[in-house]
Nanobody, 123 residues
């Protein structure tokens, strides 16, 4: 079992930045690919970013490429999402997720996820 707790959400103006963090506890953090997914009101959950077990490989949905950066610290059991140049369409609840592979996370296949943190971007 893995427990994931997100933090760092909030209200920011368009063009601003936020850094989301996810603290993991439970089973060995390093065996999981990690990712972030989001869900806007009335919308389905959407893949945002993923990072491989070692942190070597990262993946992003097209709409956030060049603006968001995912990273992980296996020694601290943490994964982060740096979000720059935020847009109103980035408004959503952001969830940290753990899965067997980054490609699986991209397909919406995750074994564990957190309770989510709200990100609101005003225009």
């Amino acid at each position: 079992q893995v427990q994931l707790v997100e933090s760092g959400g909030g209200l920011v103006q368009a063009g601003g930045s936020l850094r989301l963090s996810c603290a993991a506890s439970g089973r060995t953090f390093g065996v999981y690919a990690m990712g972030w997914i989001r869900q806007a009101p009335g919308e389905e959950r959407e893949f945002v970013a993923a990072i491989s077990r070692s942190g070597t490989f990262t993946y992003y949905t097209d709409s956030v490429k060049g603006r968001f950066t995912i990273s992980r610290d296996n020694a601290k059991n943490m994964v982060s999402l740096q979000m720059n140049s935020l847009k109103p369409e980035d408004t959503a609840v952001y969830y940290c997720a753990a899965g067997d592979s980054s490609s699986g996370l991209k397909r919406g296949e995750y074994d564990y996820w957190g309770q989510g943190t709200q990100v609101t971007v005003s225009s």
